[in-house]
T-cell receptor, first 114, second 111 residues
Framework: DTEVTQTPKHLVMGMTNKKSLKCEQH?????MYWYKQKAKKPPELMFV???????INESVPSRFSPECPNSSLLNLHLHALQPEDSALYLC?????????????FGPGTRLTVL | DAKTTQPTSMDCAEGRAANLPCNHS???????VYWYRQIHSQGPQYIIH???NNETNEMASLIITEDRKSSTLILPHATLRDTAVYYC????????????FGAGTRLFVKA
């Protein structure tokens, strides 16, 4: 099973709202990732968690706040977003310790900021 | 910046082999070549990866040149459902596990 699940599938929020995106995997993977993808562009890495610790933050604005409560879950807390933050947000996971470290992606959350 | 360059788009007739090239001339010795594809508005789907040797699985074959500076993804019998954006990525399995996607190749499979 190589499934990564993300909820919700779609989210519409105002600029003053606080919301969270959730990601879950049950493959025993120890690295989890958040990517942002704008229309007709490739995914861009935002954050990487390795063994539940934040290991990469690609200079993402503080209105995006990641959280890794345990090895299976990854959250992205959203606050005071701007309309330009509207995008597809993708979660991925990888095993971290194998010789090759294949990432498996979830279906994404389509976020619209009004 | 992405470490790979790919054609912007390619066409392929249904039932024929689709050969998607990728240049990665600055690849390091510990970097693998990964291929993913993304069908409209879905998450990227893993296809195949390799380090030095050619690889084959149920979806595709990966041919890596001896100097490792380029590779080709082969879909042996393309179907309409293979129409997607195909991304070639080089990625080390040590360090920060940073992944940078290039622009990818948009493959159109035509009936």
């Amino acid at each position: 099973d190589t499934e990564v699940t993300q909820t919700p599938k779609h989210l519409v929020m105002g600029m003053t709202n606080k919301k969270s995106l959730k990601c879950e995997q049950h493959m025993g993977h120890r690295a989890m990732y958040w990517y942002k993808q704008k229309a007709k562009k490739p995914p861009e890495l935002m954050f990487v968690y390795s063994y539940e610790k934040l290991s990469i933050n690609e200079s993402v604005p503080s209105r995006f706040s990641p959280e890794c409560p345990n090895s299976s879950l990854l959250n992205l807390h959203l606050h005071a977003l701007q309309p330009e933050d509207s995008a597809l947000y993708l979660c991925a996971s990888s095993q971290r310790d194998s010789g090759s470290d294949t990432q498996y992606f979830g279906p994404g959350t389509r976020l619209t900021v009004l | 910046d992405a470490k790979t360059t790919q054609p912007t788009s390619m066409d392929c007739a249904e039932g024929r082999a689709a050969n998607l090239p990728c240049n990665h001339s600055t690849i390091s010795g510990n970097e693998y070549v990964y291929w993913y594809r993304q069908i409209h508005s879905q998450g990227p789907q893993y296809i195949i990866h390799g380090l030095k040797n050619n690889e084959t699985n149920e979806m595709a074959s990966l041919i890596i040149t001896e100097d490792r500076k380029s590779s080709t993804l082969i879909l042996p019998h393309a179907t309409l459902r293979d129409t997607a954006v195909y991304y070639c990525i080089v990625r080390a399995n040590t360090g920060g596990f940073k992944t940078i996607f290039g622009a990818g190749t948009r493959l159109f499979v035509k009936a």
